[in-house]
């Protein structure tokens, strides 16, 4: 006789196979979904009617099996396949896939999210975000651009907006010094007197007054000097508030750049000699020249006139002209030319000049002059006096280094350690000082003191950068973000974070290719790419989905068949109960 059971039986299998056509109509569906994960639709029996729960087998029989009649099947659940998809290249720098079991972190308002889909784009704040805007979370760095682990944030390109500038911290030299130049004699001599023939006296009231003989002294005031211009007039060639201004000055052919003494009331005359080496780039530690006249300004406190003795080298020799020291007013105009000089000798002796370009931490550019000069020959090489000068050092006037360094008799350096410099930068905003270390010889740079016709050097290297613009970014395998910036600099913005589930298959889909945390996932690890089982970035590329179209069709055909299976099974039932309603009639 006809069951209903079977009629029950039946409609379960076209429900069961119904659903797994929905799954496998989703899987077809998102066959192009960046990084979709398929699933599949597992089946289970229901509840089986037992008849018999059957017997053991006895001495003189056998035993029976259980006598049970299934009710029909069930849709068990859904199992999510986690395999990775196929990494396809897009040649975008901004896209990301992970090659490994790790997924993205992304945060819409206060909740975290989980993807594989790594087309992540800047939005008008800069931020990285997927497609439908939410934030890339990873690790950021601080204002020295080190990476920040403590705790996630969202990931920021400021393209065309971040700038950068790097302070000058080495440089090295590269070239030859002429071993057998011309041995010095002198330095410059420039005698600055108040006429061609008289030089400078300090007034009747002076006070200080000048000992006996003298017509002027170190300590004697500035403002008690009497203008030459006016002798036996008492009246004074300066005045507190005006400045004593140098301009146009040359050294080795070389402009000196534009130097002011303030003149105050207490101003003296050796205060102004102070001025003057330090404007001039005089370096007065060296001694005595060959000549015997020592490197700075001397004054003759019986005639009145000031000598400026220069240091040994063509590349130290001084040229001043009448019109190169001028006196100012407090408002800036020319009063006049308060000093005459006259040269008396010009520096000589083997030496060379070179000017290159530093910069500080704002990436201003800070010129840097540095002169080599030939001081000696001995049976174990030469020796050369080096001065570092920066028209760019706010305090202490142009020289920042001086020193001497030796060469053997291959004319190879025996002094190896780099030459420190230090530029004062006060007042301009910039750290200060400006240190770097100098070389003259490296791996890959050395300064050589050889027979030449002539000596060259030039700065091979320097390091340090002006400002720069923030012009592209790229991920590397272990997910850090390095920006490129137009002046060649590159710097470390973030980290890409990656976040590992002890059961990823337990995640739960939430749609737009984002999942969230299930009760059986596990709770997020999260870690950098390259850690662990995380996996690598792989920039400029998508991972694809990972449906299986063969593996899908021929579900769907089994799926198909089983249906139409089920449906004939109710067919048959219900031609089974018609032929027994007929029997009743």
């Known amino acids: 006789m006809a069951s209903t059971t079977a009629l029950y039986t039946g409609l379960s299998g076209l429900n069961a196979h119904a659903r797994n056509l929905d799954v496998i109509g989703n899987n077809i569906a998102n066959v192009n979904t960046t990084a979709f994960k398929s699933s599949r639709l597992l089946f289970s029996t229901m509840y089986s009617k037992t008849v018999s729960g059957g017997t053991p087998p006895g001495d003189i029989n056998g035993g029976t099996n259980p006598f049970q009649i299934g009710y029909g099947v069930n849709t068990g659940g859904t199992q999510r396949n986690m395999t990775s998809g196929t990494i396809s290249v897009t040649g975008d720098q901004r896209d990301m896939a992970v090659d490994g079991s790790g997924f993205f972190v992304v945060r819409r308002g206060e909740r975290d999210y989980y993807t594989r889909d790594g087309s992540f784009r800047p939005n008008a704040n800069n931020d990285l975000t997927s497609v439908s805007g939410d934030l890339l979370m990873g690790y950021g760095v601080d204002d020295e651009f080190n990476i920040n682990t403590g705790s996630l944030v969202p990931l920021r390109i400021p393209l065309g907006q971040l700038t950068i500038a790097e302070a000058t911290k080495n440089v090295r030299m590269s070239g030859n010094l002429d071993a057998d130049g011309a041995l010095p004699t002198r330095g410059s001599s420039i005698a600055l007197s108040g006429s061609a023939t008289t030089g400078l006296n300090v007034i009747s009231s002076a006070s200080p007054a000048p000992g006996p003989g003298n017509v002027m002294e170190l300590t004697s005031l500035l403002a008690d000097i009497e203008d030459p211009q006016q002798p036996g007039s008492d009246t004074p060639l300066w005045a507190a508030g005006q400045q004593i201004e140098l301009k146009n000055i040359q050294k080795g052919n070389k402009l000196l750049p534009t130097a002011a003494f303030d003149v105050t009331a207490t101003s003296t005359v050796q205060d102004l000699m102070d001025f003057f080496a330090a404007s001039l780039g005089i370096d007065t530690t060296t001694g005595a020249n060959p000549n015997a006249a020592t490197p700075g300004l001397s004054l003759d406190t019986t005639t009145g006139i000031l000598t400026i003795t220069g240091n040994t080298g063509t590349s130290n020799d001084i040229t ?121 010889g490296s791996t890959t740079d050395n300064v050589t003191a050889l027979t030449d016709t002539s000596s060259e050097i030039a700065a091979t290297f320097r390091d340090g950068s002006p400002i720069g613009t923030l012009t592209a970014f790229g991920v590397d395998a272990d997910g850090t973000i390095e920006g490129a910036f137009s002046n060649g600099l590159t710097r470390t913005l973030g980290r890409v974070a990656l976040a590992t589930f002890s059961n990823p298959e337990g995640l739960v889909e939430e749609g737009g290719n984002l999942f969230s945390v299930g009760s059986n996932s596990g709770e997020p690890a999260v870690i950098g790419p390259g850690t662990f089982n995380a996996g690598r970035i792989v920039a400029g590329s998508l991972e694809l989905s990972n449906v299986d179209l063969g593996e899908e069709f021929i579900k769907m055909i089994l799926s198909s068949t089983g249906y139409s299976a089920n449906s004939r099974v109710i067919k048959t039932t219900d031609d089974l109960m018609q032929q027994l309603l007929v029997l009743g009639r």
Do not use: C, H
Request: proline letters at 6%; a negative charge.
């Open 320 to 440: 001043i002209d009448p019109a190169d020291i001028r006196t100012l007013s407090s408002s800036g105009s020319l009063v006049g030319y308060p000093l005459t000089p006259t040269k008396a000798a010009s520096a000589d002796g083997e030496a060379v000049r070179t000017t290159f370009m530093a910069y500080d931490s704002l990436g201003t550019p800070v010129e840097v002059n540095l002169t080599m000069s030939l001081v000696g020959r001995a049976d174990t090489g030469t020796t050369w006096r080096y001065a570092v000068e920066s028209p760019d050092n706010m305090v202490g006037g142009l020289q920042v280094a001086s020193g001497t360094v030796s060469f053997d008799n291959d004319g190879q350096l025996t002094t190896t350690a780099p030459i420190t410099v230090t530029i004062d930068r006060s007042g301009t905003g910039a750290t200060t000082p400006l240190t770097f270390a100098l070389s003259l």
